[in-house]
């Protein structure tokens, strides 16, 4: 059985039975593991269950709403699983975690990473595909119009190019769309291209100006009133705050024994949705 819970800040319980007593796991960056040594209370022919764990740290303040539309606990049983590719995924994941070989610090987070993608698709799949995300993510000229935005939001689209582009009226395009989405076209547009001109000014150094057509604003002016009508702070500013934000986990980082240290890649990455 494979089970996710995308909400943020929720403790969950997890046991074999709900008569077994729970056993406290800490929340640190090194792997947890209870032992091989058998349980003494179970029986000697009880099957043997290996539990494997993994977290995302998500930028919360930006969430994408595709996850937000999850719902709070998505389990997936082994009969409807089986040889699926999620299965597949979490073998690899296990073998590349006991075994330790050349590579298992790339594979592991590019093997996060692919699973992620599967559980979502799989998590809206079984959803209901009348309304919402998971009618749009089925819906051919959605998926047309939200790749050509994210994909390429530098061009200066509207209503009438993206319409175009997905082979619908404009009328129907924008109805559609707003109805599946939850927002109008160029709403959601804007939040996506305030999201990445947000990372890009936090992970990068680039000046604002080329963030700004990088995001498709040809003026600078134009693009600081805007990111700070959806941000609540100008450009500058929110580069600033991320700097802020780093300095005291780097200098925790530095001044640790032994230098820089790393995470354990399986138990914890960093995604940004798109």
């Known amino acids: 059985m494979f089970c996710i819970w995308p909400s943020v800040f929720r403790s969950v319980e997890v046991s074999d039975s709900p008569t077994t007593p729970l056993k406290d796991v800490p929340v640190d960056e090194a792997d947890f593991w209870f032992g091989n040594e058998p349980d003494p209370e179970a029986a000697p022919d009880a099957p043997v269950s290996v539990l494997i764990g993994g977290s995302y740290y998500l930028k ?84 047309r119009a939200l790749a050509n935005m994210q994909n390429r939001p530098e061009i200066g689209w509207t209503i009438e190019s993206l319409a175009r582009a997905s082979d619908l009226s404009r009328a129907t395009f924008a109805r559609r769309f707003t109805a599946l989405v939850g927002q109008p076209p160029l709403r959601y547009l804007t939040w996506w291209r305030m999201t990445l001109a947000g990372r890009l000014l936090a992970e990068s150094d680039l000046p604002i100006a080329l963030v700004a057509r990088r995001v498709g604003y040809s003026s600078e002016f134009a693009f600081g009133k805007a990111f700070a009508r959806e941000m609540g702070v100008a450009p500058g500013a929110h580069r600033r705050a991320h700097i802020e934000r780093l300095r005291p986990a780097i200098a925790r980082r530095v001044g640790a024994p032994g230098g820089t240290r790393t995470p354990n890649p399986f138990l914890r990455t960093e995604l940004l949705f798109h």
Request: hydrophobic content about 50%.
């Open 60 to 143: 919360g303040e930006r969430m994408h709403p595709l996850l937000e539309a999850l719902p709070p606990v998505i389990v997936l049983p082994s009969d409807e699983s089986g040889d699926a590719p999620i299965r597949l995924i979490v073998d690899l994941l296990g073998a590349e975690h006991d075994n330790e070989s050349p590579g298992t610090s790339a594979a592991i987070p590019a093997l996060l990473d692919l699973l992620l993608a599967y559980v979502i698709r799989a998590a809206f799949e079984t959803a209901s595909p009348t309304f919402g995300w998971a009618a749009a993510v089925r819906d051919r000229a959605m998926t």
